[in-house]
């Protein structure tokens, strides 16, 4: 397992190859994600998949997937369901890399094994030189029509112990619905603690929900436009070209004191996760013709 920090402009990124992960990232000195204090915690199995690449088949599923006529082997792991690929998936693989300097940017390049026959895929860290953004960009050659796709599982603070007191705004017009066991079933219109349309502090979002029985955000949205964070410290937009975001407001902490000095609170952070659509996804049994696969999502940061 290696670790690279990359200081490239305003911005500070240390990156394990252990799942192609983004460990920490810093803008002005302010911790921008949610981390973990060690980075042991941060690479075990029980971290929540934090700062991680989630392959191939991100988010929750029950249903076997047939590739080329065959069942594929995937087990599950939350009881009957399979999440985010299997705990023993790529998320934590050993993943190469390389630095690529240019006069605009600084590249952090992973080879990341997709655990679908021989096909590899690739991610893409590109801090910019001449302002604070971070882009991620993930592809592959060849991937299977249906269930799977790449996503990045970030969680932010700002420099926050807390995310409850972190104004969020972006406009959705539906989010999906779920079993008890988190299992995506359809779309609807976003309630009304769901509706972040003129922003609002996550800590009211989450009040609201919990007075009809929600436990946070864990929330599958389609959204329109870009997403913006922001605390005391600082900002943060988010461009994303896959349409959809998983929203979870770590309703249920990982272990680990975090590096922010607290222990591991609820609500310590907030991911926001660019993905693929989830209902379709996790709807999908065959999978069809393999075709290349690619999204981005481009992160920028500001002084509050």
């Not at 029950?62 to 999440?83: F, H, Q, T, W, Y």
Request: glycine share 8%; charged share 25%.
């Amino acid at each position: 397992m290696l670790t690279k920090t990359v200081v490239c402009g305003r911005l500070e990124a240390t990156f394990c190859s252990l799942g192609a992960s983004l460990y920490n990232l810093k803008f002005d000195g302010i911790e921008m994600l949610s981390t973990f204090a060690s980075i042991e915690d941060f690479l075990s199995v029980e971290s929540g998949y934090h700062g991680r690449i989630i392959a191939p088949i991100p988010g929750r599923r029950e249903k076997p997937i047939l590739l080329d006529g065959k069942p594929l082997v995937v087990e599950p792991n939350e009881g009957s369901v399979l999440a985010h690929g299997n705990t023993l998936g790529p998320s934590f693989k050993e993943c190469p890399f390389e630095i690529v300097e240019t006069e605009e940017e600084t590249r952090v390049e992973f080879e990341f094994p997709l655990d679908i026959g021989k096909r590899i895929g690739k991610v893409v860290y590109a801090l910019s030189r001449n302002e604070p953004r971070l882009e991620v960009r993930m592809s592959a050659p060849s991937l299977p029509k249906g269930p799977f796709s790449m996503a990045f599982h970030p969680y932010f603070c700002l420099g926050e112990t807390s995310c409850l007191n972190l104004w969020l705004k972006f406009d959705s017009d539906k989010v999906a619905t779920y079993d008890s066991r988190l299992v995506p079933q359809s779309y609807e219109k976003p309630a009304k603690w769901q509706d972040f349309s003129k922003g609002k502090l996550l800590g009211d979002a989450i009040k609201e929900g919990e007075a009809v029985g929600a436990n946070g955000l864990d929330h599958c949205f389609h959204v329109l436009g870009p997403i913006e964070l922001s605390g005391p410290k600082a900002r943060m937009s988010i461009e994303l070209s896959t349409g959809f975001a998983q929203l979870y407001s770590e309703n249920f902490p990982a272990k680990g004191p975090l590096s922010l000095g607290q222990g591991h609170p609820k609500y310590a952070g907030i991911a926001i996760e660019p993905i693929s659509d989830l209902v379709a996804a996790s709807k999908s049994v065959e999978a069809g013709e393999d075709e290349p696969y690619q999204n981005f999502s481009v992160f920028r940061f500001e002084r509050a």
